[in-house]
């Protein structure tokens, strides 16, 4: 699979100290996109499912902090990655089930659920989405999580046990996993 990068240690990109990956390869171009080096699907990283694993076991609960897990772009979702994507996520959600996944995705909830299998899979492992193409005329700095107000937190309930309390301020729908 390919990716722009894998960071251990990423304060930003989810809640308190996250493992951070971003896929390689973007088909939506948003005007004033952050990562345009992410939007080539040749572009990156080549790696095996063996190493990533290994890294990401190791940066998880290195130096004893557990740490949350994120996927970002790129595009994580789109036909080329959602595949590997999907294996990911199950990765660390199987392995790892006391953490948080957060997921970054141009497309919108509601495209995800129209677009249906292998995309809306995402829905079983994520705990976490924020949806939405990046529009530059909707750009707003203050917005946690989002670099643009069209784009919403969206927390997906696995379990349906009214544990829904997550993030401040914003867009936050919630999502029943499906079966
Ligand atoms: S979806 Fe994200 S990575 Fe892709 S072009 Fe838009 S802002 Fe950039």
């Not at 199950?90 to 299998?117: A, C, H, M, Q, S």
């Amino acid at each position: 699979m390919r990716i722009a990068g894998l960071m251990k240690n990423d304060m930003i990109d989810g809640e308190g100290f996250c493992v951070s990956l971003w896929m390689q390869g973007c088909p939506h171009h948003c005007k004033g996109c952050q990562n345009p080096e992410t939007w080539d699907f040749n572009g990156g990283t080549e790696i095996g499912f063996i190493p990533l694993w290994n890294e990401i076991d190791n940066a998880l609960n290195a130096n004893g902090v557990k740490r949350n897990f994120s996927i970002l772009g790129g595009e994580p979702l789109c036909p080329e990655n959602i595949l590997n994507t999907n294996a990911v996520g199950l990765y660390v959600k199987n392995n790892y089930p006391d953490r948080k996944i957060f997921l970054w995705t141009g497309y919108t909830i509601e495209e995800i659920l129209e677009i249906g299998e292998p995309c809306n899979y995402c829905l079983a492992w994520a705990d976490v989405i924020i949806d939405g193409r990046y529009i530059e005329e909707q750009r707003d700095i203050t917005l946690k999580l989002r670099g643009s107000k069209n784009q919403r937190i969206i927390k997906i309930d696995h379990y349906d046990n009214g544990d829904n309390i997550l993030m401040d301020g914003g867009n936050v729908i919630y999502v029943k996993r499906f079966n």
